[in-house]
């Protein structure tokens, strides 16, 4: 049989429109939120709202991405520096509880961050009684538009709600089946103390606050503040069709329409981390009066447009669904059982949804909450946690090509070289800019909580991220403008901190980090569980990607030839990674025994994943210490600790250990509207998990790009189009049997990158669109270049 068979009925089968799975797009409930975690997340980036659906009162809990505790602030420390060389001196003695407890002498100040705050709530307060029918409640993530729908008596009522990135407005919109049925009471508030709220004419609410002084218990990582903060403004204007809005107290009461349109705005006096003087009621009102004028009709059509242009870029199908209809809380609850491929497809494409809705150009970057909050003191202050969260977030933005929806990420970056800057000038003497474990909205870079704050390698983490971006899309200007200046800073940073290890101590001479912490498992030294250590695993894997990236990027670049040089050399003195006496990866400089052998971080293992200085085939000895370091810490953790562990398990190549990770994360930490739990509710696993699914079907690094490196045997049969990979690729798969069946890639800005499947490899050629298909064995690849 010639390849041209296949590629006559695979042709045929790529453009048949993804009808079954692209209908089950949505999350579906049967009954409205009674918990916060029940109910429907919606965004643009910068308001989010959770949807609530309730009959007798719909409640939507509104957040602003720029409301945050506190105000601008240096937390530099000023008597850090002081104490670093007896800190790095304690350190390499082996007196780890003392260094231990001098880390509190060089924390940020203060040492607590602020949190991210909840902004306010409407309240939609409808009468009547009576029986109620087919109620459902739907987020349609093709259209990111939730709807509740329900009939009582002889009247259907159907509520559509959704945040416009174009408009940046929440709109709901309110019909029925038979005309004057529409009434209802509207209440605007805010659970932060002294927000006031009044009505304003006809037919608006208006709130307006400030930020007031708070104080924060110690244990619940939100520091404390003193002064006023950011103001805020909302403003919720009603149209109606029939009927009339009359004013009662604080709220306005709707009775009788035919139909009603709800838009609301807010807004803070946030301009930047330094200045918080905008005028947040001035952005709220103007928001309001762009939308005059413009029909619910024009507004939808504006939302879609937007929306869609960027998640429609990828469709997956994986099989068909075992219960598509049934509510999503309970194909949830049955997915360990029944392993739902269409569950899986809707997991995928709700990380997308999530950071499309949570992360927009010119916004904050996801946070730990994405930017879904009701509390005053959320968990863990719903910050930006940077050992692993924050970075997490992003994991499919590159091969889910959601590129732009990146940017907020690399604005955070621009303004922590600014206070990385400070933080390495003032904490450490030190050039270029420095990240330790957490930031805020002001941009927080000096180490805080605890010692396991003293962990210096977050700048080249996230720089590591940028080079991947250029990795991904070529993008030159990104690279010289955005890229290389956050790498090569993060380099001067290591190079003037980087220290020789000194005589008598495991790799004498070598350059390593020290203070250093493997986030965040202690081990046991002399009896006592310690934190600190020196050239941990992680550090040296991040240390040497980005001088690995930093030299290849100035050489791209034509620029800084003696500095490459520099950072080449210094590369050559890193200490090597290490298999242990367990034979796993050796977590630290020595063979220490863990604290926790099931520790939920695995830092070490970054050199696997994200990472790329561990692989099967070019370091098959450090790949199968990896392996062994993933059995003894288990198939457990918290929701990101499994999502972390698909990538991995896919990065060994083991797509049915990846599964049961997956498995894991779905069946056993995933909220009823499919939030992922860490627990409490933390967006990181879902964004880990998506990257984690797209992982397994397709990988790629700096030369090669591998074609289902992962797949499990619980997908046979699938598809998946849209997809980017490594050298500029957009890449499409067809698979029956377990086997590939085609492979479409197209573009691609590397000619020579080799494509990897089932142990074949074959070398691309520069084309526009390069066509894989298998002979009748499913194994041998033919090749054409079109
Ligand atoms: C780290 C993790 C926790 C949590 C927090 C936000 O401290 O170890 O599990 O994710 O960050």
């Not at 809990?61 to 850090?80: M, V």
């Not at 990582?221 to 204007?237: D, F, I, M, N, T």
């Not at 962990?455 to 990795?471: I, K, R, S, T």
């Not at 800084?560 to 520099?566: P, V, W």
Request: hydrophobic share 40%.
């Amino acid at each position: 049989m010639s390849a041209f068979r296949w590629v006559t009925t695979s042709l045929l089968l790529l453009s048949a429109p993804l009808t079954s799975a692209a209908q089950q797009l949505s999350l579906r409930y049967g009954a409205p939120a009674k918990e916060w975690t029940e109910a429907l997340p919606l965004g643009d980036g910068r308001l989010g709202a959770m949807l609530f659906g309730g009959i007798q009162e719909e409640h939507l809990q509104i957040n602003e991405d720029t409301l945050w505790g506190g105000g601008p602030h240096d937390y530099s420390n000023p008597d850090a520096y002081s104490h670093l060389s007896e800190l790095r001196e304690l350190v390499f003695a082996g007196k780890v509880k003392e260094a231990d407890e001098l880390t509190d002498k060089m924390m940020g100040r203060p040492k607590l961050l602020m949190p991210y705050q909840p902004f306010c709530d409407l309240h939609l307060r409808f009468g009547g009684d009576g029986r109620i029918e087919e109620y459902s409640r739907e987020l349609d993530l093709q259209k990111a538009v939730a709807t509740v729908r329900y009939r009582r008596g002889d009247v259907s009522y159907l509520r559509e709600t959704f945040i416009s990135r174009p408009d940046q407005v929440l709109v709901e919109h309110l019909t029925a089946s038979r005309k004057s049925s529409l009434s209802f009471n509207l209440q605007l508030d805010t659970p932060q103390s002294g927000g006031k709220t009044e009505i304003a004419g006809a037919d608006s609410i208006r709130l307006d606050g400030q930020i007031e002084p708070r104080q924060n218990s110690a244990n619940t990582w939100s520091g404390s503040w003193s002064e006023p903060g950011l103001r805020y403004a909302a403003h919720v204007r009603l149209r109606v069709v029939g009927g009339r809005i009359v004013r009662r107290d604080n709220t306005l009461a709707v009775e009788n329409a035919d139909e009603v349109t709800l838009i609301f705005s807010g807004a803070t006096s946030f301009r930047n981390f330094r200045d918080i003087t905008g005028d947040a009621a001035g952005r709220a009102d103007g928001l309001i009066a762009k939308t005059a004028g413009r029909s619910y009709a024009q507004l939808l059509a504006a939302h879609l447009a937007d929306y869609q242009r960027l998640f429609q870029r990828v469709s997956l199908r994986l099989g068909d669904g075992v219960q598509p209809a049934t509510a999503t809380d309970i194909r949830i609850k049955s997915f360990a059982q029944d392993g739902d491929p269409q569950l899986v497809a809707l997991y995928y494409q709700f990380g997308r949804y999530l950071l499309i809705s949570s992360s927009r150009p010119g916004g904050q970057p996801a946070n730990l909450q994405g930017l879904w909050n009701q509390e005053l003191v959320p968990a863990w202050g719903s910050k930006w946690t940077t050992n692993i969260n924050l970075q997490m977030n992003y994991w499919p933005a590159e091969s889910g090509d959601l590129w732009e929806e990146e940017e907020p990420l690399w604005d955070l970056v621009r303004d922590l070289r600014v206070t990385g800057g400070e933080t390495a000038r003032i904490d450490y003497h030190a050039r270029g800019w420095v990240l330790h474990h957490n930031t805020d909205l002001w941009r927080a870079t000096a180490p805080v909580d605890g010692s396991w704050g003293m962990w210096p390698v977050g700048a080249a983490w996230l720089a590591n991220q940028m080079w991947d971006h250029y990795e991904f899309s070529g993008d030159h200007a990104f690279l010289r403008q955005q890229a290389y200046p956050a790498m090569k800073e993060a380099t001067e940073f290591l190079l003037d901190t980087l220290v020789e290890a000194p005589p008598g101590t495991p790799f004498a001479g070598k350059l390593v980090t020290n203070p250093s912490f493997s986030p965040e498992n202690r081990y046991f030294l002399h009896g006592d569980a310690v934190r600190l250590s020196y050239a941990t695993t992680m550090d040296l894997e991040i240390v040497n990607d980005i001088f690995k990236g930093t030299a290849e990027a100035s050489k791209l670049l034509g620029v800084d030839a003696a500095f490459r040089s520099q950072i080449e050399a210094a590369r050559l003195r890193l200490p090597p990674l290490q298999v242990g006496s367990r034979g796993q990866l050796q977590e630290w400089i020595q063979d220490y025994q863990e604290t926790e052998p099931e520790h939920r971080h695995v830092s070490h293992l970054y050199g696997l994943f994200p990472g790329a200085t561990i692989s099967v085939a070019e370091t098959p000895q450090l790949a199968a210490a990896a392996r062994r370091s993933l059995e003894l810490r288990g198939d457990g953790g918290t929701g990101w600790a499994k999502a972390w562990k698909i990538s991995l398990w896919a990065h060994l190549g083991d797509g049915n250990h990846a599964y049961k990770l997956l498995q894991g994360l779905i069946a056993g930490s995933t909220l009823p509207d499919m939030f992922d739990t860490c627990p409490p509710f933390q967006i990181d696993g879902n964004f880990g998990g998506a990257a984690g699914i797209a992982e397994m079907l397709l990988q790629s690094d700096e030369s090669s790009i591998s074609l289902l490196p992962a797949l499990p045997s619980a997908w046979p049969d699938g598809e998946v189009k849209g997809l980017r990979a490594r050298g500029g690729y957009k890449v499409d798969l067809l698979w029956r049997g377990g086997k590939l069946e085609r492979a479409e890639l197209h573009g691609g800005f590397r000619p020579n990158a080799t494509v990897i499947y089932g142990g074949q490899r074959i070398m691309l050629k520069a084309a526009a669109l390069t066509v894989l298909t298998t002979d009748e064995n499913g194994n041998t690849l033919h090749i054409s270049h079109e």
